[in-house]
């Protein structure tokens, strides 16, 4: 069995993101969880007398972290539960007409498995 739950959120501003997909599937005695989750928030916003300027405004900028990118694995020797996650860390630039827009994201991969509990089965 299959379940699948998608959460999309925008806040009113449309400055901040939250896309979440958890897929839930069960196969005979043990249940993965995965977990999709994409963040979003407009950090800046700069506003560029033309196109042309923006070159200028692009070489002047202090310079932003480098993307990060973490992946863990944990084992709980008690439930059995197994997880892994994925995560990247960074910025992006968007430009609108004269409008320049950092924005930072963060995108997530998570995956779980463990033994299902409502066939009483135990690790």
């Given at each position: 069995m299959r379940d699948i739950v998608v959460r999309n959120l925008t806040s009113g501003d449309w400055c901040n993101r939250d896309?979440?997909?958890?897929?839930i599937m069960r196969q005979g005695e043990?249940?993965?969880?995965?977990?999709?989750r994409c963040t979003y928030r407009v950090e800046?916003?700069?506003t560029v007398l033309s196109m042309d300027d923006s070159i200028h405004w692009a070489k002047t900028l202090d310079?932003?972290?480098?993307?990060?990118?973490y992946v863990?694995?944990?084992?709980d020797p008690q439930t059995g539960q197994e997880r892994v996650v994925y995560k990247v860390l960074g910025y992006l630039y968007a430009v609108l007409d004269r409008?320049?827009?950092?924005?930072?994201?963060?995108?997530?991969?998570?995956?779980?498995?463990?033994?299902?509990e409502q066939t009483g089965c135990e690790s």
């Open positions: 896309c979440l997909v958890t897929e043990l249940v993965s969880t995965v977990t999709r800046s916003r700069t310079p932003l972290p480098p993307r990060q990118v863990t694995k944990d084992l409008e320049v827009f950092c924005i930072g994201y963060r995108h997530l991969l998570a995956m779980t498995v463990e033994a299902d």
